[in-house]
């Protein structure tokens, strides 16, 4: 079955306890970005890769690292967290970047820092 | 600084009604533009897009209409139905500017009353 997997689903930890979120795709996509969702604020994009070793910054990267080493995967890394990136993270992936390519979304990462 | 806005946060219609969804953009550099659907505890879901260079588009029930003048851009779902409840986002990106970011808005949540 195509998808995107993000692991873990729910994650509380402390401030400044270094953490990674995983994101997997099956799909053989180039593109994959990070999105964090918060109320009031909808969608921002915090990286996105176009391919393997290819990153940028989305919106909102303060805070966040990424990495491409493999297509399948795009790892989300909090060096540092802090209360206010508590949030609901999603990781999705497309065939190729903008235009013509749909997004297809992982089903998210709810992550709490005290 | 909000690029792409929702100024309906929620929105209630009759099943079999025509819904319509609002978004409005202020930077002038995006030419591609989508709307995303989103269940609770899921990611987000593609729905339809367009580019700049067409002012409608079309997919069944769901109709994508662009007013760049206005930097407007509207979804018309008819008829809606019960499942079509969720929340709506409208993204838009810069690509031929040579960034593949992707800006969303901040939702709009549609109840379709049966």
């Known amino acids: 079955e195509a998808q995107v997997t993000q692991n873990p689903r729910y994650l509380i930890t402390v401030t400044g306890k270094k953490l990674t979120v995983t994101c997997s795709q099956n799909?053989?996509?180039?593109?994959m970005s990070w999105y964090r969702q918060d109320p009031g604020l909808g969608l921002r994009q915090i990286y996105y890769?176009?391919?393997?070793?290819?990153?940028d910054k989305g919106d909102v990267p303060e805070g966040y690292k990424v990495s491409r080493k493999e297509k399948r995967n795009f790892p989300l890394i909090l060096e540092s967290p802090s209360p206010n990136q508590t949030s609901l993270y999603f990781c999705a992936s497309s065939l190729g970047g903008p235009p013509f390519y749909e997004q297809y979304f992982g089903p998210g990462t709810r992550l709490t820092v005290t | 600084d909000q690029q792409v806005k929702q100024n309906s946060p929620s929105l209630s219609v009759q099943e079999g009604r025509i819904s319509i969804l609002n978004c409005d953009y202020t930077?002038?550099?995006?030419?591609?533009f989508l709307w995303y659907k989103k269940y609770p505890a899921e990611g987000p879901t593609f729905l339809i897009s367009i580019s700049s260079i067409k002012d409608k588009n079309e997919d069944g029930r769901f109709t994508v209409f662009l007013n760049k003048s206005a930097k407007h851009l509207s979804l018309h779902i008819v008829p809606s139905q019960p499942g079509d409840s969720a929340v709506y986002f409208c993204a838009a990106s810069p690509f031929l500017a040579g960034t593949y970011k992707y800006i969303f808005g901040t939702g709009t949540r549609l109840k379709v009353l049966a």
């Open positions: 799909m053989n996509h180039e593109y």
């Open positions: 930077n002038s550099m995006f030419d591609y």
């Open positions: 890769s176009m391919n393997v070793e290819v990153t």
